[in-house]
């Protein structure tokens, strides 16, 4: 199936490092979306963007939209140990005949205190 | 807490055997969507209900199929287990199908882990 390509595929930091990741795609979307996943559990939404070149923050974490409507980039900044996670970018066309959201391939970020 | 449940959290099955797996919606949200996720892989679309009907269905063969009640939860079924139908199965609500911004965020439950052996 469909798969956004996401990278880094993983990241082993130093608490209190910042980190980039980003997301991009062959296709146009009017939606970008981050979740993040811990084990065991299902995606948790992070930031949703909804116009290309929005720039959006939900604390420590910093996304955007892309101005060709192809990518999308996730900051953290100040990484604790509780950010450890696999983080998915989604992109989704809303208003289309079927919501479906497109997802990444994730990137995995481990965080060492 | 995205108020989305799903039932049972673990299950094994055999080949050729058939699963149900259940998922309870949001109060407020009328849309469910399915997704499929492998050992690491993102989730992969399967379908999703509108108002008791399909309304979208990803790459998947019809041996998947699904159910969405009067009270907006859902059934996905599988027949014909295969190995490969190994995987997490996630089901996520949202409102209804408009162009309203915030209707359109899909909040996921905490998934069914299928064995198939």
């Known amino acids: 199936g469909q798969q956004l390509n996401q990278s880094p595929q993983s990241m082993f930091i130093q608490e209190g490092e910042d980190v980039s990741m980003n997301c991009t795609s062959s296709?146009?979307?009017?939606?970008w979306l981050w979740y993040k996943q811990d084990p065991g559990e299902g995606p948790v939404l992070l930031i949703a963007?909804?116009?290309?070149?929005e720039l959006t923050s939900n604390g420590r974490l910093t996304a955007q939209f892309g101005i060709t409507r192809k990518d999308s980039f996730l900051n953290i900044s100040a990484s604790i140990p509780s950010d450890v996670g696999i983080y998915f970018c989604?992109?989704?066309?809303?208003?289309?005949?079927?919501?479906?959201?497109?997802f990444g391939t994730g990137t995995l970020l481990a965080v060492q205190p | 807490e995205t108020g989305v449940t799903q039932s049972p959290t673990h299950l094994i099955k055999t080949r050729g055997q058939q699963v149900t797996l259940r998922c309870s919606s949001q109060s407020g949200h009328n849309t469910v969507s399915w997704y499929q996720q492998a050992l690491g892989q993102g989730p992969q679309f399967i379908f999703q209900?509108?108002?008791?009907?399909?309304?979208g269905r990803g790459n998947f063969p019809p041996r998947f199929s699904g159910l969405q009640f009067p009270n907006y939860s859902s059934e996905l079924n599988v027949n014909a287990l295969e190995l490969d139908d190994s995987a997490l199965y996630l089901c996520a609500t949202s409102g209804q199908i408009t162009s309203t911004l915030a209707s359109d965020t899909q909040y996921f439950g905490p998934g069914t882990r299928l064995t198939v052996l």
């Open positions: 296709s146009i979307f009017n939606t």
């Open positions: 989604a992109g989704l066309n809303y208003g289309g005949a079927t919501n479906k959201l497109i």
């Open positions: 963007l909804y116009k290309a070149g």
């Open positions: 209900y509108y108002r008791e009907e399909e309304n």
